[in-house]
């Protein structure tokens, strides 16, 4: 399987996912200086400007700490993008991630020829997320460089595929450079998803539990307190079906094991409760199990490594 160079100096075949809110410089920068790719989404730069300073806050930094570590360097970086009719800034976003030459794009929600190639022309590399094997195919057609399968059991819209069914389909004839998102938050997880023929492990729930994330108290003790079965599925609070931590549907006055359709219900839920999605309704994936604390995203990923080690030792022992 063939992976670019800029995704093979990584200290682990991680991606962190980018969080809607979630996400922003601080934790890019410490999963980067940690050794896996960080991210985040365009739109959490608000207003638009920001994302300028955002980008020359990261592409500083990161600089600066391969001028000190230059045998150690840190792993690049990626903005993900929402390519739905919806988002009315995706070209001036572009423009932005064009002037500071951002080294990966993630694009969601939709796969176009001329972002691919906006992103091939300042030598970045795209990767587009996908929940099955017809998406996939558009995606590659469409000129992206590799995919992030997002199966079941993945925060926020998650797919409803297996795993196994997902990366096996893709594979059957996709050789280039694939993710794995789906309740991956351990080393040994880390290290199954390469063995079922994934190349990358996209990790995003656990990281919402760290000192960088840019999440409330409240939010990051979920994810540390919660188990699989903490995790809602429905389609409320967005009008897709997505995945939800349960203490954040309850603390909004509803009851989890009772929800409406969303989409015939989803105006009432947000004018009747005043909560909205992401902000007030958590998401997280089922992989939330495995997070005990609330810590450095250093330490987490000095964790996946420790762990990834250890499943490869058993492996071969």
Known sequence: MSVPPI??????????????????????????????????????????????????????????????????????????????????????????????????????????????????AWGGIALHDIISDRFARKAIDKGADGLIAVAAGAGGHAGQWSPFALVHEIRQWFDGPLALSGSIATGGAVLAAQAMGADFAYIGSPFIATDEARASDGYKQGIVEGTAADIVNSSLFTGVNGNYLRPSIVAAGLDPDNLPDGNSELMSFESSTGAKAWRDIWGSGQGIGAVDRVGPVADFVERLASEYAAAKARIAA
């Open 7 to 120: 995704l093979s100096r990584l200290r682990l075949p991680v991606i962190g996912a980018p969080l809607f809110i979630v996400s922003g410089p601080a934790l890019v920068i410490a999963q980067c200086k940690a050794g896996i790719v960080g991210s985040f989404p365009a739109l959490n730069a608000r207003p638009q400007s920001q994302l300028d300073e955002w980008l020359a806050e990261i592409s500083e930094a990161l600089a600066e700490y391969d001028a000190a570590h230059p045998d150690a360097p840190s792993a690049p970086f990626a903005v993900n993008q929402i390519v739905h009719r919806s988002n009315d800034r995706l070209e001036q976003d572009i423009e932005t991630c064009a002037k500071w030459k951002v080294p990966i794009t993630i694009t969601s929600l939709g796969a176009r020829e001329d972002l691919n190639i906006a992103v091939h």
